[in-house]
């Protein structure tokens, strides 16, 4: 127990108490407003949600097409996108650990920096590791939206044809709900990748000091905000 408590306490010292309180609303931060959007986003038409409508839509148009070429080909591009930033997301992770090997080299020239905080090697590595949690994060995220939009194109190709659904041996509704669902868990999961990019250029603040590093966040969560729930976009979807 007592070598337990001074592991803790080593590990608490490791960073100043600006530091701490500054990771702390970081996360909390992110945490919040992600459980912010989901609750939110069950009475008011945010940008996700405005678009899952229309996805349901979409699936409603499928069961009353013979031909769904157009449908797979839809697929395909919308899997693109989170394909292309997961692939992205490969080449930072392996910028951020040469960094991490190169240490001493990145730390000299990040105290160049004007106002840049002067820190200790320990706690720079800190700094890229909680970078690095936050790029695993968004390339797991993107990488399960792939697999969750080829998914959903096993089930637009597996629909019944149109005259199955017209006798009413198949429910339009049904079918229209699961698919469309299945969309939209894939779009959220590719938000969520997108979100954790935003997030990332807040930690980048905290190699200059913890104080930018809380700005930071604090901007970031606003223009997240303002994107899903107060942008043009989302107006006209709403419309």
């Known amino acids: 127990m007592n070598n337990l408590t001074a592991l803790i306490q080593r590990v608490v010292t490791v960073l100043p108490g600006e530091d701490w309180a500054a990771l702390a609303l970081f996360i909390f931060g ?25 996805r349901r839509k ?40 040469a960094v991490l090997g190169t240490n001493e080299r990145a730390s000299e020239l990040v105290k160049d920096l ?13 700094k890229i590791i909680v970078l690095l949690a936050v790029y695993v ?4 995220r993107f ?7 080829s998914f959903g194109a096993i089930l637009v190709g597996s629909a019944p044809n149109v005259e199955v659904f017209d006798r009413g ?3 339009r ?38 104080i930018l590093f ?7 969560l606003w223009i997240l905000y303002r994107r899903e729930f107060r942008s043009d976009v989302s107006e006209v979807l709403r419309a």
């Open 114 to 126: 004007p106002f840049a905080a002067r820190t200790s090697m320990l706690v720079f590595d800190i």
């Open 58 to 97: 979409w699936m409603e148009q499928v069961t009353y097409r013979d031909q769904r070429i157009v449908d797979a080909a839809i697929t395909q591009n919308l899997a693109s996108s989170p394909s292309f930033w997961a692939s992205t997301t490969i080449l930072v992770l392996g910028g951020l650990l």
């Open 30 to 54: 992110w945490m919040g407003y992600a459980a912010f959007a989901r609750q939110r986003a069950k009475v008011e038409r945010t940008l996700l949600s405005s678009t899952n409508y229309f």
């Open 214 to 220: 809380a700005l930071g966040t604090l901007a970031v």
């Open 143 to 149: 990488t399960w939206s792939m697999r969750v939009y």
């Open 173 to 210: 509704k049904e079918f229209a709900a699961r698919a469309g669902k299945l969309m939209g868990m894939a779009a959220e999961s590719f938000a969520d990748g997108l979100r954790a990019y935003y997030m990332s250029f807040a930690v980048i603040g905290w190699f200059v000091s913890p």
């Open 169 to 171: 041996d198949a429910d």
């Open 137 to 140: 994060y968004a390339f797991f």
